[in-house]
Structures are given as C-alpha cells and as structure tokens.
C-alpha cells in the first residue's frame, strides 16, 4: 500500500520560505511512473492544485498563482518530492495535501493522498 508523509509545514513571515516534502512508502520512485501533485485548502475554500511533477518526462505544472515562487522537485535516492515555496504570502495559507498517481501498469494506477501539513504565512 502506497503512503505518502507530508512534513515541512509551519508559521512563516510574508516573504519568507518554506520547503514542503512528500516521501512516498510502499513503492519507491524507479519503480513505476509517477505523478505527484501539490494541493492545498484554505478554510471555506475548495481544494486547489498547486503542482505537479511526471517522472515520465520531468514535466512540472505551476498554477498562476505560484508561479515564479514555488519550484517542484524530487528526489528519487530519497524518494520523496519538494515544494519549494519562496515570497510566501498570506493568501498561501493554507493545508497543503500531496497526492500521487501510480501504479504498475497505466490501468491499474490509482491515486494516494497524504494527511497534509499545514501553512500559515502571518503578514
């Protein structure tokens, strides 16, 4: 069974830094195709992308509203998946989710969610 841990989370500063990880148990990155996505939810609000990786091609995906702030990346020694998050606002408040679709064949991948950590960027 796939599960991933989140942890990173915290109270910064506006303008500040966080980096965000993902590690993955159950299966390891060199294995199968993966596609880790960040997601978050602010309190009232629908949950959103933030962004992706594909191990397929190294292909990231930034929604507007982080782009130019947050880098995506991963490490498969590691097997765990970074959100770099600089120029922190309060609007990026938030409880930040990763979720990974994989699987050994592209039937069978299912999607797997971690518990979320949470961010709070005071201004």
């Known amino acids: 069974e796939v599960q991933l841990v989140e942890s990173g989370g915290g109270l910064v500063q506006a303008g500040g830094s966080l980096t965000l990880s993902c590690t993955a148990s159950g299966f390891t990155f060199d294995d199968y195709d993966y596609d880790i996505g960040w997601f978050r939810q602010a309190p009232g609000k629908e949950r959103e992308g933030v962004s992706c990786?594909?191990?397929?091609?190294?292909?990231?995906y930034y929604a507007d509203s982080v782009k130019g702030r947050f880098t995506i990346s991963s490490d498969n020694a590691k097997n765990t998946v970074y959100l770099r998050m600089n120029s922190l606002k309060p609007e990026d408040t938030a409880v930040y989710y990763c979720k990974c679709n994989t699987g050994p064949r592209w039937y069978s991948r299912q999607d797997y969610w971690g518990q979320g950590t949470q961010v709070t960027v005071s201004s």
């Open positions: 990786i594909s191990s397929s091609d190294g292909s990231t």
